[in-house]
């Protein structure tokens, strides 16, 4: 016996370079320093008033000044004050982490040596090899979605997984139809209770950045073992690049030192509540928001045959980062966070744009978009959503150049679908 579901179709878009370009007012690809810097001083502003109203509400939680009716009551107000600065400090310091992203892939600045510095100054203050990543970010711009050229977010294969081959007499390649006997072996190879799957999505929401950074955890898995961003000859760079990771390691040192010294001046728990929590929400952040980005059912990946660069950079969606927590939430993480969840096919058109210009980048573009069918837009981003993505996409077809993810019975959400050019009629869509 089978189970059949029904699944929803991706056209394959066949729009060209010029075309998303074209969409895009010239004006909005204008780089502003003055207008960067503003927006970067304006989130340090906002994490230092919060630290500054943290230490004063700090002060007040004691007997002298506050009434409460438990001695244990003091303590734990005092750690509810820091874990809401932490929390409220992360997030606009990955505001912080965007604004050295957008540095690297200049849009900072007209002035490279003015995006460079700053990406290297503000990442390697957050413990990011500023140009190693920015190397490995622009392989992943290039070919995003690409099964074996993309650099992050990888799917697993059904090989890799280790599955069994796959069988056309027990199911169907596209996920449509799988029996029951399948079903319930996959479930027994992949499937997560609900406690399973909530740890798995939060230490990867803890554990993710560092692992890819030193590991290369969810990454290209062609690289050999042992591939990270701090090595001048790992596999994603060429030898040109070696002073480059140089300088970033360099980065990484004074950070690892600065933080010594703080611990050493102020004690290992100042440093903690102030620095490390923060930092904690901000890997977190950058984590949910990638992978939330480029992970969903609904999103197609390519292997070379069917990959080209505009295919690739809608294999993406736009996400209101909290917006599950209400529109005030919803603007509260686009605005902290500077838009980056929520204009993210815009930034894969074109990355030099700026994030005060993206929005009406992508709107023009939406314009463009909108009438091919192509999906845009995801579930708001957050806790909920991370669940639902991580339990849903288990792996892909080591066959089809055009894959979907596949959940734990191997079913899928989505099949790809191609435009015939030789139908009369342009709007009919043909299994290729």
């Avoid at 600065?85 to 007209?110: C, D, K, N, P, R």
């Avoid at 209770?193 to 030193?214: K, N, V």
């Avoid at 815009?346 to 999906?375: D, M, Q």
């Avoid at 909920?384 to 892909?396: D, H, L, T």
């Amino acid at each position: 016996m089978s189970t059949k579901h029904e699944q929803g179709v991706y056209v394959v878009p066949d729009i060209t370079v010029k075309e998303l370009l074209a969409a895009i007012p010239v004006h909005c690809h204008k780089r502003s320093t003055l207008k960067s810097s503003m927006y970067m001083f304006w989130n340090m502003f906002v994490i230092v008033a919060f630290y500054q109203v943290a230490t004063y509400a700090d002060a007040l939680i004691n007997p002298q000044t506050l009434s409460l009716p438990h001695p244990a009551l003091y303590p734990f107000a005092r750690f509810s004050v820091w874990a809401l600065y932490g929390f409220w400090a992360g997030l606009f310091a990955t505001g912080l982490w965007v604004v050295a992203h957008e540095a690297g892939h200049q849009a900072f600045s007209e002035s490279k040596m003015i995006n460079n510095t700053v990406g290297w100054i503000l990442h390697s203050a957050l413990g990011v090899p500023f140009h190693s990543w920015r190397i490995s970010h622009a392989k992943h711009h290039a070919s995003t979605g690409h099964m074996t050229q993309d650099q992050v977010f990888v799917p697993t294969t059904r090989s890799e997984t280790g599955l069994k081959p796959f069988d056309p007499k027990r199911e169907d390649l596209y996920g449509t139809t799988v029996t029951e006997e399948v079903k319930k072996e996959m479930w027994e190879a992949l499937g997560d209770s609900p406690i399973g799957a909530t740890f798995g999505f939060m230490s990867y929401l803890i554990l993710g950045w560092p692992l890819y950074l030193a590991l290369n955890s969810s990454g290209q898995r062609r690289y050999p073992a042992g591939t990270n961003h701090f090595a001048p000859g790992a596999a994603m760079f060429s030898p040109t690049h070696r002073s480059q990771i140089i300088v970033s390691d360099i980065g990484i040192f004074l950070w690892i030192a600065a933080l010594a010294a703080s611990v050493y001046t102020y004690g290992f728990a100042t440093v903690l509540r102030v620095y490390g929590v923060p930092y904690l929400w901000v890997n977190h952040w950058l984590v949910l928001i990638t992978f939330l980005q480029h992970t969903d059912p609904l999103l197609p990946h390519y292997r070379a045959p069917e990959f080209t660069f505009p295919r690739g950079a809608l294999a993406t969606l736009d996400r209101n980062l909290l917006g599950d927590l209400g529109p005030i939430m919803g603007w509260i993480g686009a605005h902290a966070t500077l838009g980056i969840s929520e204009t993210h096919i815009l930034h894969h058109v074109c990355s030099k744009i700026p994030h005060y210009n993206a929005w009406e980048a992508s709107a023009a573009l939406r314009k463009v978009l909108v009438p091919t069918g192509i999906r845009l837009d995801g579930a708001p981003g957050g806790w909920a959503e991370m669940y639902r993505v991580y339990k849903e996409c288990k792996f892909v077809e080591d066959e089809g150049d055009v894959v979907f993810y596949k959940n734990a019975h191997g079913l899928a959400k989505m099949r790809p679908v191609f435009a015939d050019a030789t139908a009369s009629d342009s709007g009919i869509e043909v299994d290729k």
